[in-house]
């Protein structure tokens, strides 16, 4: 890959893209981990296999959690993203670590979280912490856009998400 990140540089006067830094290896692996997550994994009717998938492509998720069918959990950033214990995560929930001109961002998912069906975790460089944190026990409603961080024992709902805090007799 260094010969034909020379020659690129060489031929069009600027620097190479960053996908010419990957060995061949990764280059290999990025579509068999693209079809494990989001055919073979997300379209899984066994949790626990679903959950083993995951796992063997990279992602680090805790004990005793639930991953729903038709999850889309970003497989360009597997390493940024960490999933608590005791964590459920819906039917058809979406997390993206980046996006268009825009940085790789940590999602962390703290234990006993709740998201919702249809939910969108959007990491961005938001006020500067980097990323994104759902903290423990948050709540985290259907169809919710989520791109800021959620405090701990709070709900979020809403497109983009408002946050609710929780009285003591909402926790029970």
């Not at 020659?7 to 960053?18: I, Q, T």
């Not at 055919?39 to 679903?50: G, S, T, Y």
């Not at 039917?91 to 919702?116: L, R, S």
Request: proline letters at 3%; glycine letters at 10%.
């Amino acid at each position: 890959m260094r010969y034909l990140k020379q020659v690129y540089e060489k031929v069009y006067h600027k620097r190479a893209p960053y996908y010419y830094d990957y060995s061949l290896g990764t280059i290999l692996m990025k579509p068999i981990r693209k079809w494990l997550t989001n055919v073979a994994a997300a379209n899984c009717p066994f949790n626990c296999i679903r959950i083993f998938i995951y796992r063997r492509c990279g992602f680090k998720i805790g004990k005793s959690v639930f991953i729903g069918m038709r999850c889309y959990l970003d497989d360009m950033c597997y390493d940024l993203m960490t999933i608590g214990d005791h964590v459920t995560i819906s039917y058809g929930v979406y997390f993206a670590c980046h996006g268009k001109n825009q940085g790789h961002y940590p999602i962390v998912i703290e234990d006993h979280v709740y998201i919702g069906m249809r939910a969108a975790v959007i990491s961005k460089n938001c006020m500067g912490s980097g990323g994104v944190r759902i903290g423990k026990q948050a709540v985290v409603g259907a169809c919710t856009l989520v791109n800021r961080d959620v405090p701990e024992n709070t709900c979020a709902v809403g497109v983009p998400c408002r946050i609710k805090y929780l009285s003591g007799a909402d926790l029970e």
